[in-house]
């Protein structure tokens, strides 16, 4: 069975510093991976995904993460932070059964 | 632009007094979803649709209802809302022709019970 685990549910940083949001995730096959974003009372939004090939993924508002197969972390990084970015990040994996399998999310406190 | 769109928005019920919320998509999407999540947690899926195939989570309560009558519109019905229901109610597609399924999501319909 599939999980995936976040080991911060908080997470305070300073506007323009960088912030890492950690993702463990489990599974006995090939898992695909996201990253997604839910600003207050909205939906969510895909920030990014992997697939497979390259391990360091780009995606939307400048976030990237790496997959590091061995550690079983896909991390989420961004160099620079905007108050923009405050909302909550889920994690999560899929082996393509038509399931999503969600991370409880961590929420990115940017300060002043 | 194609997008997810989920009516109403807000929605006010009473304890026991059946309500339907509604998704309609206009990206063609074979898969369906609904997910309920209650306040700081994870979205927790209760059923999903491929084209008219309806797959129901083990967990999802009898209460919790769902009908696509075409391939645009997916409704959820909750017949008889408890207090334990209040949550937002999130509606998400796929196209399961593209490996792997990445799911995009509306907006979401926050449901409040008195």
């Known amino acids: 069975a599939q999980s995936v685990t976040q080991l911060d549910s908080q997470v305070p940083v300073f506007e323009e510093a960088p912030v890492e949001l950690r993702c463990n995730y489990s599974?006995?096959?090939?898992?695909?991976l996201f990253w997604y974003v839910q600003y207050p009372n909205q939906g969510l939004q895909l920030l990014l995904k992997y697939l497979s090939g390259s391990t360091l993924v780009k995606g939307i508002n400048g976030f990237e993460a790496e997959f590091n197969k061995s550690q079983t972390s896909f991390h989420l990084r961004k160099p620079s932070v905007h108050i923009s970015d405050t909302a909550e990040y889920f994690c999560a994996v899929s082996d393509r059964d038509d399931k999503i399998i969600f991370g409880k999310g961590t929420r990115l406190h940017i300060l002043p | 632009d194609a997008m997810v769109i989920q009516n109403p928005r807000y929605q006010v019920t009473q304890f026991g007094k059946p309500v339907t919320l509604s998704c309609s998509q206009t990206?063609?999407?074979?898969?369906m979803y609904w997910y309920q999540q209650k306040s700081s947690q994870a979205p927790k899926l209760l059923f999903h649709y491929y084209d008219k195939d309806f797959n129901n989570e083990a967990d999802t309560p009898d209460n919790f209802q769902s009908r696509r009558p075409n391939t645009s519109f997916c409704f959820l019905d909750i017949r008889s809302p408890g207090l334990g229901d209040a949550a937002m109610y999130l509606c998400?597609?796929?196209?399961?022709?593209?490996?792997?399924?990445?799911?995009?999501f509306g907006p979401g319909t926050r449901l409040t019970v008195l």
């Open positions: 998400a597609t796929s196209d399961r022709t593209v490996a792997p399924d990445t799911q995009y």
């Open positions: 599974s006995s096959v090939s898992v695909y």
């Open positions: 990206l063609n999407h074979n898969v």
